[in-house]
Structure formats: structure tokens, C-alpha cells
């Protein structure tokens, strides 16, 4: 079964292999260190990778992080999953007999994680003295 990249509405990665690639790396880098984290050998799992797709969105963009994640077609914990699979597909990575794309659909909100628990410098209370 073929989990081909779905259609965005800001940009069609699909068109854009450069984009495409920093996709691919940057996931490849969030798994290299979810399996860091759980230890050689054992299974990560969707919910840690997603997770640390999250920080390492935020700790390389920042503010900026769901915008670029939204640029590469990333809007969902689903989204991940359906990149990962399709590097599974591209034999790029290999899928455990436990592994389903199911596995990836809503684990977070995106808005909530990427804005709404954005760690902010000063609370939104706080006035701004001028």
C-alpha cells in the first residue's frame, strides 16, 4: 500500500525534492534521537517520535517551527506518520510488524503545541512598559 504524500495547501512537496529531502533529514534526525532516548535496539514508538519532532521543531525554528513544519506538509501528528511510512515505502527506513500509520493520528494539536505552549519568553500578561 502506498502512503504517498498527500496534497498541501501552501506548497506541494511533491514538486519540490529539495524540500522533500530536508523533510526526510529532519525526521531522520528526530528518530535518530527517539532511539537515542529508549535505547538501542528498541522500538520507538509514535508517540515518542512524534514528541521529539516537536522539540526539535522548536529548538531549530523556534517560533517559526509550525510555519516550516506546515511549509513541508506537516499540519498533524498524522502527517509525520504518513512521511514516515512513505520513507518506509522509499526503503529508507524499515516498518516493525507493529508499526501502523493509525499509530500517528492525533497524539497532540499542533496549534496547542507549536503556539499555544510555545515557551514564551514573558507571559502574555505582562505589560509592556514602553
Given at each position: 500500500?502506498?502512503?504517498?504524500?498527500?496534497?498541501?495547501?501552501?506548497?506541494?512537496?511533491?514538486?519540490?525534492?529539495?524540500?522533500?529531502?530536508?523533510?526526510?533529514?529532519?525526521?531522520?534526525?528526530?528518530?535518530?534521537?527517539?532511539?537515542?532516548?529508549?535505547?538501542?535496539?528498541?522500538?520507538?514508538?509514535?508517540?515518542?517520535?512524534?514528541?521529539?519532532?516537536?522539540?526539535?521543531?522548536?529548538?531549530?525554528?523556534?517560533?517559526?517551527?509550525?510555519?516550516?513544519?506546515?511549509?513541508?506538509g506537516i499540519n498533524s501528528?498524522?502527517?509525520?506518520?504518513?512521511?514516515?511510512?512513505?520513507?518506509?515505502?522509499?526503503?529508507?527506513?524499515?516498518?516493525?510488524?507493529?508499526?501502523?500509520?493509525?499509530?500517528?493520528?492525533?497524539?497532540?494539536?499542533?496549534?496547542?503545541?507549536?503556539?499555544?505552549?510555545?515557551?514564551?519568553?514573558?507571559?502574555?500578561?505582562?505589560?509592556?512598559?514602553?
Amino acid at each position: 500500500m502506498s502512503h504517498a504524500i498527500a496534497d498541501t495547501t501552501d506548497t506541494d512537496i511533491r514538486n519540490n525534492n529539495e524540500d522533500l529531502d530536508r523533510v526526510f533529514v529532519f525526521l531522520l534526525e528526530a528518530l535518530y534521537e527517539a532511539v537515542k532516548r529508549v535505547g538501542e535496539g528498541r522500538h520507538v514508538g509514535a508517540p515518542q517520535l512524534t514528541s521529539v519532532v516537536r522539540e526539535i521543531a522548536l529548538e531549530k525554528y523556534g517560533v517559526m517551527a509550525r510555519t516550516v513544519l506546515g511549509r513541508w506538509g506537516i499540519n498533524s501528528t498524522h502527517d509525520v506518520g504518513r512521511l514516515i511510512f512513505e520513507m518506509i515505502d522509499q526503503g529508507i527506513l524499515m516498518q516493525s510488524e507493529s508499526d501502523r500509520l493509525e499509530d500517528f493520528a492525533d497524539l497532540f494539536d499542533f496549534d496547542e503545541a507549536f503556539e499555544a505552549d510555545y515557551p514564551w519568553s514573558a507571559s502574555v500578561e505582562e505589560e509592556v512598559v514602553l
